[in-house]
């Protein structure tokens, strides 16, 4: 299952109509919530991570579960606690004393799909052995580099209000989610879609059939690679970046892994759109997500409403997009 | 937007007042504190010790007699009195620096809130001048006088190059309407924008729209066929925009009924 070259070729067509599949899947437990549903997807197409920040009870776990059986990708969820380690991630060297030797017990970083709930309840240390994973696609235990399943994508959740006993994600550990997105309160008939659905259901799981496996997962992710950007628009995309570094307000802008997020998320974006080129719109859709989570505010504006996602709706007012008549 | 930005301006004239308020009061309580503490110790300090050495009516027990000169001779002793103009200076000095910071700190906050107060009036120009132009008739106008134009440029040359020149065509249009562009819209928000104004049907406009897309972002191969399909959209526009001229026309002709 980890193997890539049973990698089949889609057309794009054919990889947006997977796509819509997914997302109608995932729609029938998520009620409502197509954008970030949609952004999601385009994240895990463009082969990113996303953080999922939001209050309890919004269907941030549903969300993800559902996207891993829709993706047919193997699932795993771990619940990060205040007193969880490194090995209780990566996994660790058991004695096995039938054969005399230390085996490797692998932990749940090794699934197609991660679910870290509730990530900043566990402290720095912990956090950080998801770093090398998100990055490298790898876990070293002692000495020993283990190479993760691929796809290998991670969607964490954070509570954006409790402050408590929690560890706020350094910079750094942020900079590796391809996108942040907040899924918010559902509206009156949403709310009462969710009420009623769980009633005709008559329990409690929901449960989605698999429209792909991992390597239709992978077939997907090459398809998003072979989708166009015009210089323009990828022009577009690193003056946005570089404008988040010279807004007033800002003390630490967006990193070029931030200009690159924005290209690579705006082509999952365009696929679940079902183009295969990408159009100044699409960064415009998926700017707020890739951006403001990479964006420092200055602590003296605490009192104030600035945010990074305030910022990244001024420079989206300010920024020239491309005109009509720059073609090549 | 107007009533925002009045209420900011509002908010940020509050805190000024606020902060010159407190630095008042602080200022006060400031001179009062300097007043005070000064004369008790730099004066001639508590006469009923002095009473109790000429009195000599009342005799008082010995013990108590002693422990009250104790008291005085502590009171005007050489050390005591360098000490009080000590902490005396201490705390004028204190006070001085304590003024000195409410009113850095007031100077400062006044300065954020200037700075708020300009940063809302600055969108409220923006849209007040994109409500003054583009009205839905003259967009309509421009749309009509620019027919025979922008049909040219679409049958003329490569297909790719004529699409787009006949949607950059729209931004031009839109601009003898009085509704320019802003730099940051994309060409397609802004003449979506545009086409919404002059009420045009969405469906051609969707059209029209896909293949500018196409024949700007993409690399597809775009060949006759593409701008025969972008011709009858742009048709389709154009014809809707005469039908609507001339019900409008119509309508603001005859009288409305039931009026007198």
Not at chain 1, 125 to 133: N, R, Y
Not at chain 2, 98 to 106: I, K, N, S, W
Not at chain 2, 226 to 235: F, G, K, P, Q
Request: aromatic share 6%; net charge negative; proline share 5%.
């Amino acid at each position: 299952m980890t193997t890539s070259d049973d990698t089949t070729t889609l057309t794009h067509a054919e990889a947006a109509a997977i796509a819509q599949e997914v997302l109608e899947q995932v729609g029938r437990a998520v009620v409502g919530k197509q954008k970030p549903l949609g952004l999601v997807l385009a994240a895990i197409l463009a082969k990113g991570h996303v953080l999922i920040e939001d209050f309890p009870g919004l269907g941030k776990t549903l969300a993800a579960r559902t996207f891993a059986q829709a993706l047919g990708l193997d699932f795993s969820r771990a619940q990060f606690t205040p007193d969880l380690l490194p090995a209780d991630l990566t996994g660790s060297y058991i004695y096995d004393q039938r054969v005399s030797e230390f085996s490797f017990r692998r932990g749940p970083l090794f699934a197609g799909l991660l679910l870290a709930d509730e990530i900043n309840r566990t402290p720095p240390k912990t956090q950080a052995a998801l770093l090398e994973a998100m990055q490298e696609g790898q876990v070293t235990v002692e000495g020993e580099t283990h190479p993760l399943p691929v796809p290998f994508h991670v969607l964490a959740t954070a509570n954006p209000v409790e402050y408590e006993g929690t560890y706020p994600l350094p910079e750094a550990q942020l900079d590796r989610f391809l996108l942040r997105v907040g899924f918010g309160y559902p509206t009156t008939d949403e709310e009462y879609a969710v009420v009623a659905r769980r009633l005709e259901r008559q329990r409690e799981e929901v449960s989605v059939e698999a429209v792909t496996d991992a390597a239709g997962v992978r077939a997907l992710q090459a398809a998003v690679e072979r989708i166009k950007v015009d210089e323009s628009v990828g022009r577009y995309c690193v003056a946005l970046a570089e404008a988040t570094r010279d807004h007033q307000d800002v003390l630490i802008g967006a990193s070029p892994r931030g200009s690159l997020g924005l290209v690579l998320a705006a082509r999952g974006w365009a696929l679940v759109r079902g183009r295969d080129y990408v159009i100044p719109e699409d960064v415009k859709a998926v700017a707020g997500a890739v951006l403001a989570h990479r964006i420092t505010v200055k602590p003296e504006l605490w009192m104030t409403k600035a945010s990074g996602s305030r910022v990244v709706e001024a420079v989206l007012a300010s920024v020239p997009a491309p005109g009509a008549l720059e073609h090549r | 937007m107007d009533q925002g930005a009045a209420s900011a301006r509002a908010q940020a004239w509050r805190a000024v007042a606020a902060t010159l308020g407190a630095c008042l009061v602080v200022t006060l309580v400031g001179w009062a504190a300097l007043i005070g503490p000064s004369q008790v110790f730099t004066g001639p300090g508590p006469t009923p010790s002095q009473e109790t050495t000429t009195t000599s009516e009342a005799p008082i027990d010995e013990v108590e007699e002693k422990d009250r000169d104790d008291v005085a001779a502590r009171e005007y002793g050489p050390t005591t009195t360098v000490v009080a103009n000590l902490v005396g200076g201490a705390i004028q000095v204190l006070t001085l620096a304590g003024m000195l910071l409410v009113a850095y700190l007031a100077v400062r906050r006044g300065l954020t809130a200037w700075r708020l107060r300009r940063r809302y009036d600055a969108p409220v120009d923006a849209d007040f001048e994109t409500l003054e132009g583009g009205a839905p008739e003259r967009v309509r106008q421009a749309i009509a006088d620019d027919t025979d134009e922008q049909l040219r440029l679409l049958l003329d040359g490569e297909p790719r190059n004529a699409i787009v020149a006949c949607w950059h065509r729209f931004e031009l249009q839109a601009v003898d309407a009085g509704l320019p562009r802003h730099p940051w819209e994309t060409s397609s928000e802004f003449a979506l924008r545009m086409l919404e104004r002059a009420e045009v049907d969405s469906t051609a406009v969707a059209s029209l729209l896909e293949l500018y897309r196409e024949a700007r972002f993409s690399e597809h191969a775009l060949d006759e066929a593409h701008r025969e399909r972008a011709a009858t959209a742009l048709r389709a526009i154009q014809g809707q925009v005469q039908v609507r001229q001339r019900t409008v026309g119509r309508e603001e002709s005859t009288p409305p009924r039931g009026r007198r």
